[in-house]
């Protein structure tokens, strides 16, 4: 069964498609693209964020899910560890500019404030850790998941930079109606 996610191989939405019996993760390039694969029947199943125990509601997902015919078929909790990744090799010092998804961003507000680093928003966490690799910008990191890490071949600078210690994110799993 293809589940649609957002983001990459690496992002927490494929930790939560993984979770779901006979599976096939199914990558999206953002939220509005999941409902498009469950709605045109590329995919059976979606799985979005619906709310984190430190950021909130995920807005965009919300207006998407008032304008969708899709239907919420259960609610999966996943605890969700954000790590600061960035090239090997590079120190914390040399970093000026951190990029991820706003959500991340948001749920690492203290440890991020701390150091006046520059916040840039990207689509997804697993989007943010594939382009830094690709880029090889030194200066910049990126707050995404150690699966991210391993698949882009970074280096984990800082795991466990969450404000809450038991940030959790609910998703939702999407289905079309019956």
């Given at each position: ?5 957002a983001?990459?191989p ?28 469950v ?67 948001a ?44 698949i ?5 600078l ?11 994110t609910?998703?939702?799993v ?5």
């Amino acid at each position: 069964m293809k589940v649609a996610y957002a983001g990459e191989p690496g992002a927490f939405g494929e930790e939560v498609a993984r979770l779901i019996p006979g599976a096939e993760p199914l990558p999206c390039p953002d939220f509005p693209r999941v409902f498009e694969a469950v709605e045109g029947g590329a995919a059976e199943r979606g799985v979005v964020p619906l709310h984190n125990s430190r950021a909130g509601m995920v807005e965009e997902v919300v207006r998407l899910l008032a304008r969708s015919p899709l239907q919420v078929e259960d609610r999966i909790a996943l605890r969700v560890r954000q790590t600061l990744l960035a090239l090997p090799g590079v120190r914390i010092e040399e970093i000026r500019r951190v990029a991820s998804h706003p959500q991340a961003l948001a749920q690492c507000s203290r440890f991020l404030e701390d150091r006046r680093w520059e916040l840039v928003a990207r689509t997804t966490t697993s989007g943010a850790a594939r382009q830094l690799a690709e880029e090889r910008d030194r200066a910049c990191a990126v707050v995404a998941s150690e699966a991210a890490a391993r698949i882009h071949g970074l280096a984990v600078l800082v795991p466990g930079i969450e404000d809450d210690p038991e940030n959790t994110t609910r998703f939702a799993v999407l289905r079309r109606p019956s």
